[in-house]
């Protein structure tokens, strides 16, 4: 019963959204349109890609960035054509249900912090420092461990306060997980997932609140998306990396992560790219995936999936840097195309 | 001489299409009441049975909520939703009040529409405005200036147990204190303006007599206004109460969402409904996490239904004695 609530309510969501697109002067919905909801974490990138590919005269892309959770459920209950989540979704889920995951975008997420009279991008932490104040047991900027990590900086007395999202969140699913992959009492203590229960600390909402908390408040330290950190000017530490050096954010040390992951072995082209090696390696990063339906009931409609985000392998780098997102490396993208072959409605498949 | 039209009106009654879709039509309005009520009752217990079943009683007594281990106990969402909204009652009521008896008694008689009305559009504004400006004002202000002042000047009031600091706590700027004040702005309008017009419908012949044997303005307003709309300036506080147990967007802005226990007045917490709606787009279909969700849902009407029926029955008392 719940199911069937869930569901309408999930079509009247559909509904609603797009009669406000019809409402908001664009263009109504034609035979080339394709409809996702998606997670938060690649909201940007998508919106963007989706305003390139319709200038190039294909159909328009309406997306919803309703979060990683609602994604899903939407794909199942097949009222979009592609669902989005940030974070891999079970093999055993993506059978029962009939769904083909493959990874669209890489993304990377940057600490930031707000310290007064210290340089925060000069800044070094590393992943057990980071989990240790999320847990409460580094209070002041001035303690012994973020010092001994930064010989000759004048650390002030200041109580340190930590934000998190408070919306569940694909953003704090990978930052999580990154904490729970350096230490194990933050993974016994708090784990990881889309919404934990942190210790201590303040949730603000969306990307943009912890950016606002982190701003307001003296001796914040956040996690945002990589794009949030630089359109806001704010201050990204540099992190200890898997080869025990202190890298700053980088689009190259994101690139150097996508390069290191184990693209060929991971089931469900889920790889992980969290604290690879490598000198200069980015250790926070991690791909957003894209469901799309194995047995497609509408075989126009899924090949224009398919349609937009091959063509937005190909010609949506630039976008992608612009954003700093990473493209996903060549081999991968051909990798992804094989999969779609398997894709098939009515006996016919959907990708030639 | 009677004309036969006039004959047949009188001594019988015969059914009136009009009447009757009329009557039939207010019974239908009428049952719509009770009908959206019991079934939205009805859902939320039916999707929240599962954590019920699931956790027992715990679901309400529990202090943990864990999305990574799926244990999930309400107790730090209801705790926050009744201090949040007990504490912003405490704070509006006495000023509401204080502006319903400025405007019908004291206020200069060309100033009195301008100030209701700026009182009226203080509701009007949306919820998610004061939620920002609570946010981007309000909580820096209060982390810099308000709550290092009152840490220090409560800072002799003992713990309550272990655990309680009531006002020594970390200045983050937002939390219980944070949201309570920001609640209390949004329901004090809402106060202000049922109670004014309640004292306005106090008899003016009352008040005249009162004034006549030369009772003082505060004499009038605790010995004959305040007595003669009792039971009313009641309704006004829970109405306010019920406002601020349920209200979501500016919540989520300022009280901090940290579903854990609060250890102090100031320490950030979560209310039920800040916590549905931070979690209710990611939780899935089926899920535990939904059935916890709907769970706090079906919780949170059944304590705003409580404190309505507390507000009757205080009522009720009031009347009879």
């Given amino acids: 019963m719940l199911n069937q609530l869930t569901k309408s309510v999930g079509r009247v969501v559909r509904a609603a959204a797009i009669a406000a697109v019809i409402g908001g002067g664009i ?40 979060g990683s959770g609602a994604g899903v459920t939407q794909i199942i209950n097949r009222t979009v054509d592609f669902g989005a989540s940030d974070t891999p979704v079970a093999s055993e889920r993506l059978a029962s249900n009939n769904l083909l995951q493959f990874p669209a975008v890489i993304g990377a997420v940057v600490v930031v912090v ?64 990154y904490l729970a992959s350096v230490s194990l009492p933050f993974q016994t203590n708090v784990g990881a997932g889309n919404s934990v229960p942190w210790k201590t600390g303040v949730g603000a909402p969306g990307n943009a609140g912890v950016a606002a908390a982190v701003k307001n408040t ?46 060929n072995n991971a089931p469900n082209m889920a790889a992980s790219m969290l604290n690879m090696s490598g000198d200069t390696t980015w250790p926070i990063v991690s791909a957003t995936y894209v469901l799309v339906p194995k047995n497609p009931s509408d075989p126009v409609r899924a090949a224009n999936v398919l349609k937009f985000f091959d063509w937005a392998f190909k010609s949506g780098g630039p976008a992608a840097d612009q954003l700093h997102y990473i493209a996903l490396p060549k081999a991968v993208q051909d990798q992804v195309r094989k999969k779609w072959t398997t894709i098939s409605a009515n006996g016919q498949p959907v990708w030639k | 001489m009677e004309t036969t039209a006039a004959k047949s009106l009188i001594g019988t009654r015969k059914p009136h299409l009009g009447d009757t879709t009329f009557h039939i039509s207010l019974y239908v309005a009428g049952a719509i009441v009770v009908v959206v009520l019991a079934s939205i009752l009805l859902i939320m217990f039916l999707g929240g ?19 990574v281990t799926s244990i999930y106990g309400a107790l730090p969402a209801i705790t926050g939703t009744l201090i949040t909204a007990l504490l912003a009652i405490c704070i509006a009521w006495p000023i509401g009040f204080g502006i319903a008896f400025f405007l019908t008694e ?40 308000v709550q290092p002042w009152l840490t220090e000047v409560f800072a002799w009031i003992p713990p309550l147990g272990d655990s309680f600091f009531w ?124 059935a916890a969700l709907l769970g706090l849902g079906f919780i949170l009407f059944v304590v705003s239904f409580g404190v309505l029926a507390l507000a009757r029955l205080l009522l009720r008392q009031e009347r009879m004695a």
Avoid: H
């Avoid at chain 2, 956790?55 to 909520?65: A, D, L, N, R």
């Avoid at chain 2, 820096?140 to 200036?145: N, Q, S, W």
């Fill in chain 1, 27 to 66: 263009a109504a919905a034609s035979a080339q349109d394709i409809t996702g909801a998606c997670a938060t974490f690649p909201g940007p990138i998508y919106t963007k890609w989706g305003e390139q590919y319709k200038a190039t005269g294909a159909g328009a892309l309406n997306y919803q960035a309703v």
């Fill in chain 1, 114 to 177: 707000n310290i007064p009279g210290v340089d925060g991008a000069n800044l070094k932490l590393n992943g057990a420092v980071i989990a240790d104040i999320y847990q409460g047991r580094i209070r002041m900027w001035n303690a012994k461990e973020i010092k001994d990590l930064n010989p000759g900086v004048t650390l002030p007395a200041v109580a340190i306060a930590p934000a998190y999202r408070a919306d569940s969140s694909g953003t704090t699913n990978i930052f999580t997980s």
């Fill in chain 1, 218 to 263: 003296k001796g914040g330290i956040g996690y945002v998306e990589y794009a949030y950190a630089t359109e806001n000017g704010m201050q990204a530490p540099m992190l200890e990396n898997r080869a025990k050096k202190f890298v700053k954010p980088t689009v190259a040390g994101f690139n150097a992560a996508a390069s290191q992951a184990n693209w």
């Fill in chain 2, 49 to 67: 049975r599962q954590a019920f079943e699931t956790f027992g009683v715990g679901f309400i007594w529990s202090t943990e909520w864990n999305a």
């Fill in chain 2, 106 to 145: 004291i206020c200069p008689r060309a100033l009195r529409a301008p100030l209701g009305i700026a009182i009226e559009l203080l509701a009007a504004i949306p919820s998610i405005v004061y939620g920002m400006w609570g946010f981007f004002v309000l909580a820096p202000f209060m982390a810099e200036t």
């Fill in chain 2, 167 to 290: 006002f020594s706590a970390p200045p983050l700027g937002v939390g219980l204190m944070t949201a309570s004040l920001v609640l209390a702005v949004m329901i004090l309008p809402f106060i202000a303006a049922t109670t004014r017009d309640v004292m306005l419908s106090t008899p003016q012949l009352l008040k005249d007599g009162a004034y006549a044997m030369g009772a003082t303005r505060w004499e009038t307003l605790t010995g004959v206004v305040i007595p003669a709309v009792r039971g009313s300036l009641f309704g006004a506080v829970f109405l306010g109460l019920g406002r601020a147990l349920g209200e979501t967007m500016a919540v989520v802005f300022v009280i901090g969402n940290a579903t854990r226990m609060p250890d102090s007045l100031y320490a950030p917490s979560a209310s039920i409904a800040s916590v549905v709606a931070n979690n209710f787009p990611e939780a899935e279909t089926g899920s535990i996490q939904l």
